[in-house]
């Protein structure tokens, strides 16, 4: 089956550790996208990547960092230098054509720092 | 406004229609989308319709697109008890529509 995964479900991160939230997909989409979310709130970009070796930051990347290596996946980094990381991380994959757009996210990480 | 806005809650009985409302805030927005979110998971992409369209129908789901007032509706007719999540508007700007707002969502909840 085709689809995009995070890992871990939940993670905790102490005061000035840096963490690295996995997105895998097998879609074979060229576009990957990571998102926080907050509680009672919408979706924020982080930072998104059209293809491989190449990315750009969202509304809100400071303190974030990410790679874009392979097609499949799109790691983040939450550095120490974010100061409230606690919140929910979504991964999300696109691919588009002429006549269709196709989107689909991965469970989520609970991000909570000890 | 600068936001994607939206009521943030919605009670219907169970099949009833339900219309949830949005507004956002770029012309140039290339799509513009609805997303459904059912508690602890990640979005599904339900639908999504094409600036230049007025309407588009999928089932039991119809979007409507007001350009001149940028106001985008979601109607689920015959809604059911599985309709019950947080629906999520967003627009998608940048250059190649890759720059995507979010709404703060709408929670539906649906009364037997």
Known sequence: DGGITQSPKYLFRKEGQNVTLSCEQNLNHDAMYWYRQDPGQGLRLIYYSQIVNDFQKGDIAEGYSVSREKKESFPLTVTSAQKNPTAFYLCASRMTSSSQETQYFGPGTRLLVL | ?112
């Not at chain 2, 339900?46 to 369209?53: D, K, W």
């Open chain 2, 1 to 112: 406004g600068e936001d994607v806005e939206q009521s943030l809650f919605l009670s219907v009985r169970e099949g009833d229609s339900s219309v949830i409302n949005c507004t956002y805030t770029d012309s140039s927005s290339t799509y513009l989308y609805w997303y459904k979110q059912e508690p602890g998971a990640g979005l599904q992409l339900l639908t999504y319709i094409f600036s230049n369209m007025d309407m588009k129908q999928d089932q039991r789901l119809t979007v409507l697109l007001n350009k001149k007032d940028k106001h985008l509706s979601l109607r689920i007719a015959d809604t059911q008890t599985g309709d019950s999540a947080i629906y999520f508007c967003a627009e998608s700007k940048g250059n190649y529509g890759q720059n995507f707002v979010f709404g703060p969502g709408t929670r539906l909840s649906v009364l037997p």
